[in-house]
């Protein structure tokens, strides 16, 4: 029962922090230092990784509409043509990641996975969604429907995804919606791209870890895995459609600011105890 109650924490947790971009990497390695699964190393880092399905299917349920390429109107050939349009796009966009997990793979986590580099992350980006939310107070977005992204910047906004593929603490939601910002994109449009987005890349990345560890679960945990994912998706559900209220009314600058101070936290706190 107490794995059960951890995993709906990390759950919560997970659902908040997937889509506000605050990295959720670097509150997981925090929450993990205090709440522990008592599991095998294997089964934890499987978890972590695979939790994210839950999160990635409120997008799906949130946005069916605009995600599924398939039009049940005989007028439309039965195809949406702007939808296959986008995928092509998140396509273009997934590219340099999945280039660099496929060369690197495994030895990204060695290098880089560990507490300086994630609160670096956290600061750095942190810092940067103020001075891009500065630069742009006064200037109109270019951008302003999924439709009118380009390949070039779905290309870019690709390799800001990148940077969170490598260097974890970044926010892999974080880093494209920088990365949208500064291409020209409305605050609404880099978020909602950045939903799509997740959707190949959980979904491939999660695919990978179970496949890794195999399909040979004790009944705890699938328990545990199935509370974790369920949480996930109910938390986000509420997140999401919290997000994209409050970016019609204010700018990003206070999870920048939030960024710091978790990351001055995370070395704060590793200082203390390692």
């Known amino acids: ?44 880092e499987m978890y972590l990784v695979v939790i994210q399905l839950g999160a ?9 509409k605009d995600l599924w390429p398939f039009s049940s109107k005989k007028e439309d050939h039965y195809i949406k043509k702007d939808v296959w ?54 200037k109109k977005a270019n951008t302003n429907s999924i439709a009118e992204i380009t390949y070039l910047n779905s290309f870019l906004i690709g390799m800001f995804q990148l940077i969170a593929a490598v260097f974890p603490g970044t926010s892999r939601s974080g880093a494209t919606i920088i990365g949208g910002l500064v291409l020209g994109l409305s605050r609404s449009v880099a978020a909602e791209y950045t939903f799509f987005l997740a959707v190949p890349v959980m979904f491939g990345a999660s695919l990978l870890k179970l496949v890794k560890f195999g399909f040979h679960f004790t009944g705890l945990e699938v328990g545990v895995l199935l509370v974790g994912m369920i949480t996930a998706f109910v938390v986000s559900i509420v997140v999401i459609k919290f997000l ?31």
């Not at 922090?17 to 670097?26: A, D, F, H, Q």
């Not at 939310?133 to 006064?138: L, Q, T, Y």
């Open 56 to 64: 990635i299917m409120a997008v799906v349920i949130l946005y069916f």
């Open 85 to 138: 349009v986008m995928w092509f796009k998140v396509i273009v966009s997934c590219i340099p990641a999945v280039i660099i997990e496929l060369i690197l793979g495994d030895k990204l986590e060695e290098m880089f996975y560990n507490y300086k580099v994630v609160a670096a992350m956290l600061i750095i980006f942190g810092i940067l969604f103020i001075v891009v939310e500065n630069v742009n107070k006064n």
């Open 1 to 44: 029962m107490l794995q059960i109650l951890i995993s709906f924490l990390f759950g919560v947790v997970e659902g908040i922090t997937e889509w506000l971009p605050v990295s959720s990497t670097g509150h997981m390695i925090l929450l993990d230092e205090f709440v522990r699964l008592s599991m095998s190393d294997e089964f934890k």
């Open 244 to 274: 994209m209220s409050y970016i019609k009314k204010h700018d990003f600058k206070v999870f920048g600011v939030y960024r710091i101070i978790l990351g001055v936290l995370v070395i704060g706190y590793f200082a203390l105890v390692k």
